[in-house]
């Protein structure tokens, strides 16, 4: 009973859904161009609204990528300049003798010279306990040797170094000797062949007779060499100076009074003193007899040097 009355209940429902879709389907045929639903929800519809295409505004162009600027090029080292040698890296021995041990005799000015030297270097800089001073007695053969051993080994290739002797001069076989205080003479090549070992640049002077024939093959690039007189010349002393008369022209008035200063630029250098000393040597001398005048000697070096500010290398 109940499946019946439930089946003839459903049959019914569906024939009505049946005539309900139906009928809506016969409206909307019958009237679609004039006839719009009267619900909310079939209102009319607005006509679209036509937009007016509007032109677009003109744009710059995309401006291109700046190409990188190129790296500018690494300016190139510059060479390195010349290399002035400080206080610390210049030293000195200097040996001057007056007093001679009999029978030989004293020189005027030996000692002195030294003094005069030392004075200058320490005017131009140098440090005290860099100089290494032999006078009179001990200004012996062996603290000569040592003394020379002393330069070298404290020499280096950023060094400058000088030597200067004051003394009587010995020849004897061709050579020339200095002659210390002990007359333990210290020949020519000995002299060359110390001062060849001394590194980075040294200047050489030696005040006394026959003083050129030091240059026993020492003077180069590196190794300056000056003397008082030529190798087959005596030198001389100045009483009223108490000096040597290279001495006196040479370190006192042309480098410690700065008498030669010929180009006037406030410096002067070694070679200016030499080449403003030696005529004035020379002039002093003229009157000897019977050995004639002396004439200093140059040799070796390169530039100029300058003792308050010594170039190396």
């Not at 640049?201 to 030091?214: H, P, V």
């Not at 030696?278 to 050995?291: K, L, M």
Request: proline residues 8%; charged residues 15%.
């Amino acid at each position: 009973m109940a499946s019946g009355l439930l089946g003839r209940t459903l049959i019914g429902s569906v024939l009505l859904a049946n005539v309900a879709v139906v009928g809506v389907a016969a409206s909307y045929a019958s009237s679609s161009a004039s006839y719009a639903p009267s619900t909310a929800a079939s209102r009319p519809i607005a006509a679209p609204v036509r937009v007016q295409p509007q032109a677009l505004p003109t744009l710059p162009p995309l401006l291109q990528p700046s190409p990188s600027p190129s790296p500018k090029p690494s300016p190139a080292p510059k060479p390195a300049g010349p290399r002035v040698a400080p206080p610390q890296d210049r030293w000195a021995l200097l040996v001057g003798i007056t007093d001679y041990r009999s029978p030989v005799h004293d020189t005027v000015a030996g000692a002195q010279d030294i003094a005069v030297v030392r004075d200058t270097l320490l005017k131009a800089g140098w440090r005290s306990d860099h100089i290494k001073v032999l006078t009179d007695r001990a200004a012996t053969g062996k603290a000569l040797q040592d003394g020379l051993t002393w330069l070298i080994q404290h020499s280096s290739s950023s060094t400058v170094s000088v030597f200067h002797y004051s003394g009587h001069v010995k020849q004897r076989d061709g050579h020339e000797y200095l002659w210390p205080v002990d007359n333990a003479f210290y020949s020519d090549t000995s002299v060359t062949q110390a001062m060849r070992a001394v590194r980075g640049t040294s200047w050489t002077n030696i005040a006394g007779c026959e003083a050129a024939g030091f240059n026993d093959g020492l003077a180069d690039r590196n190794h300056l060499f000056s003397a008082s007189s030529a190798a087959d010349e005596k030198s001389y002393e100045y009483p009223q100076w108490k000096m040597s008369v290279w001495t006196g022209v040479l370190w006192d008035q042309g480098l410690r009074k700065a008498g030669a200063d010929t180009d006037a630029d406030g410096h002067v250098t070694v070679q200016e003193a030499i080449k403003w000393g030696a005529p004035r040597a020379a002039q002093i001398t003229r009157d000897q007899r019977p050995h004639g005048p002396q004439h200093p000697y140059l040799a070796g070096g390169t530039g100029a040097l300058r003792l308050d500010a010594p170039v190396v290398g």
